[in-house]
């Protein structure tokens, strides 16, 4: 069974622009989180989509936002890119359903860097 | 979900048993601890998790005291490729909501 894939891999934005973020999560899958990895403030919860429905929220600006569509594939996207938003963009996924584990799988992430 | 405090770095020589602590003194009767590893620069990957039994996997051990207010991960033959950040993590299994809080972990370095 394929993992959770990210695209891009590697991405180098300027100041100002904005980015999307993709990821297709395992099949069958229905939840995907989204965590934000910088040296400084290590790995930071996003936010959480299951059946296209934000169901979780991480403590950061509204510049950062997410969905989800019906087949579970989900983007993030990041407008008016800071320096501060350069970070290892890591995408995980889960069956999502109540009751499920803590098990997340996780992809490679898309390394973003911002000029 | 309660907080873990884990050593900054440790070393372990190849072969040796690799045993990595994590306290968590204010971990509630229903959190479960969970245990993730991160190899430089990919995803972090699930190793193992328990509630307040030792578990095993092909993985690792988890051992839990009887207190739950630690445990250690122990990977019974290090190899180099076990090198990583180790993370020590507890949450409420069961719900709706899919949110990991990681902390700093712990750098492992397996040396030859």
């Known amino acids: 069974k394929a993992g959770v894939t990210q695209t891009p891999r590697y991405l180098i934005k300027t100041r100002g622009q904005q980015v999307t973020l993709s990821c297709s999560p395992i099949?069958?899958?229905?939840?995907v989180s989204w965590y934000q990895q910088t040296p400084g403030q290590g790995l930071q919860f996003l936010f959480e989509y299951f059946s296209e429905t934000q169901r979780n929220k991480g403590n950061f600006p509204g510049r950062f936002s997410g969905r989800q569509f019906s087949n579970s594939r989900s983007e993030m996207n990041v407008s008016t890119l800071e320096l501060g938003d350069s970070a290892l963009y890591l995408c995980?996924?889960?069956?999502?359903?109540?009751?499920?584990?803590?098990?997340?799988?996780f992809g490679e992430g898309s390394r973003l860097t911002v000029l | 979900d309660a907080k873990t405090t884990q050593p900054p770095s440790m070393d372990c020589a190849e072969g040796r048993a690799a045993n990595l602590p994590c306290n968590h003194s204010t971990i509630s009767g229903n959190e479960y601890v969970y245990w993730y590893r991160q190899i430089h620069s990919q995803g972090p990957q699930y190793i193992i998790h328990g509630l307040k039994n030792n578990e095993t996997n092909e993985m690792a051990s988890l051992i839990i005291t009887e207190d739950r207010k630690s445990s250690t991960l122990i990977l019974p033959h290090a190899t180099l490729r076990d090198t990583a950040v180790y993370y020590c993590?507890?949450?409420?299994?069961?719900?709706?909501?899919?949110?990991?809080?990681f902390g700093q972990g712990t750098r492992l370095t397996i040396n030859p």
């Open positions: 993590i507890v949450r409420v299994d069961g719900t709706r909501a899919q949110k990991l809080v």
């Open positions: 099949s069958g899958h229905r939840s």
């Open positions: 995980a996924s889960s069956p999502g359903a109540t009751g499920n584990t803590g098990e997340l799988f």
